[in-house]
């Protein structure tokens, strides 16, 4: 999907949040700012956070006493998923200065990757499935960790002898059109078929402009003009929503930035330790020393077939003297029947990051041999994974806990999520001597789960 799209909604997720800053500030000269409004008004602890985070990024962007602030933006695609969100496609660079918009360059990573030297290997799968030998710009996004995705980007960028020096860097992931249809309404766009509403309007707008433009006699060079007329419909209505429509985009862009649809890496120390604390960095827990458990997958070659895939999982940990003894059964579906210009059968690279000391018994239902590996302070396990058209595929993972993980009432289990991943299913059972507890859970941000109940996180 083309850079001018997304740049529409990149800029209005952030820009909007800011403005919400602006809009309560003018609105209310009795109080002086919107960290004052948040403690007034009845909200949760976390929106009241949010606020405050909110205001704290408003000042940055609209008062940045005449200095211009640069950033690079990257566009994930997540209906074909990488550790880090999606496939990169393109990029862009936003220039702020005083809460102005003062200049926004785009670039296709295609291209730009060209001029980017063969110096960093690419690590498996990748040699073995894609035949990619060196990594680029595009596939900058290997971690599940914003943080690390962030700084290689930037590397890359330079590499590719770009000039700019940035503040921050941010991704954004398909999910947040979605967002955008889920508070606006379905959309018409003049001289297309059909409508757009949050369910399918991404799988509607990849149909309008890989296959749907030849058989309109709209010519290749032309396909994409729909998306241009897509987001100016989106963002007028926007601008018309009523406030307590405009507040309901506030929450689900925040939602967004919960969930890792939107990651910020800030250059500036205590602004970015204000995003962390907020839950929008994208970071994973490195200093976590209880039980741990994050499934990272990265589609390989199966085209934008991700769209396609529902998983969940089952977390089986068996406490029983002397085991601490884990089985964890990840449920790939495969909703598609047929392969068509956007589906195939599903192939990806699934690793499962667990405690630092944890070691693989066995796993089941791989197409190629586990490997082992430590990073981000933990360990995981990792294998090809193949889900033919129309199949449903059980990964079976068995393993045992290091003897630090606790067996009474003071064990904890946290969670993390994948960026560009959808809401997951989880299902968690202890196995004790004196019983066993079951949780039926929706993994769609990090959480807790600790003899007390579940906690969903804010941050590391």
Not at 417 to 443: C, F, H, S, W
């Amino acid at each position: 999907m083309t850079w001018k799209f997304w740049t529409g909604f990149f800029l209005t997720s952030i820009l909007f949040l800011s403005g919400w800053y602006l809009y309560w500030n003018t609105r209310s000269a009795s109080l002086s700012s919107l960290t004052d409004l948040s403690n007034l008004l009845p909200l949760s602890g976390e929106m009241q956070g949010d606020l405050k985070t909110v205001a704290t990024i408003a000042e940055h962007f609209y008062r940045t006493n005449g200095e211009e602030k640069v950033f690079l933006v990257l566009f994930q695609n997540n209906m074909e998923l990488r550790p880090g969100g999606g496939f990169i496609g393109s990029f862009g660079i936003l220039k702020v200065k005083d809460g102005a918009v003062t200049d926004f360059a785009s670039h296709d990573v295609i291209n730009f990757d060209g001029r980017i030297p063969d110096t960093v290997p690419a690590p498996y799968p990748l040699p073995e499935t894609l035949g990619v030998r060196s990594l680029k710009l595009r596939d900058s996004n290997v971690s599940p960790d914003w943080g690390v995705n962030a700084k290689a980007a930037e590397d890359f960028y330079h590499w590719g002898e770009g000039k700019e020096e940035f503040d921050g860097v941010i991704g954004i992931t398909t999910n947040v059109l979605s967002s955008f249809l889920s508070v606006t309404g379905p959309v018409e766009v003049p001289g297309y078929p059909g409508e757009y509403d949050a369910e399918s309007g991404v799988l509607e707008l990849e149909y309008q402009v890989e296959q749907a433009f030849y058989k309109q006699g709209i010519s290749r060079g032309d396909r994409k003009q729909v998306m241009h007329e897509l987001g100016n419909i989106i963002l007028a209505k926007v601008k018309d929503l009523s406030l307590a429509k405009k507040y309901e985009l506030f929450k689900v862009v925040l939602d967004d930035l919960h969930k890792k649809d939107i990651q910020i890496l800030f250059k500036d120390e205590d602004l970015q330790q204000v995003v962390k604390e907020a839950g929008w960095s994208g970071e994973l827990d490195q200093e976590w020393s209880q039980d741990y458990f994050l499934l990272v997958d990265s589609n390989l070659n199966a085209l934008k077939s991700d769209y396609r895939i529902k998983r969940s999982v089952e977390y089986v940990l068996d406490l029983r003297e002397p085991n601490r003894k884990v089985t964890a059964t990840v449920t790939y579906e495969h909703t598609a029947k047929e392969k068509d210009y956007m589906t195939r059968d599903y192939q990806a690279f699934s690793r499962i990051y667990v405690p630092t000391g944890s070691w693989l018994e066995k796993v089941t239902g791989n197409a190629k041999p586990a490997v082992f590996g430590t990073e981000l302070g933990k360990k995981y396990f990792g294998a090809l994974i193949q889900v033919p058209l129309g199949t449903t595929k059980q990964v079976v993972w068995e393993y045992r806990l290091p003897e630090n993980i606790p067996r009474d009432e003071s064990y904890d289990l946290k969670m993390e999520k994948q960026p560009g991943v959808n809401d997951m299913p989880v299902r968690v059972k202890i196995l004790r001597a004196n019983g066993t507890k079951q949780y039926e859970l929706e993994l769609n941000r990090p959480f807790v789960l600790s003899e007390d109940g579940v906690r969903y996180e804010e941050a590391p």
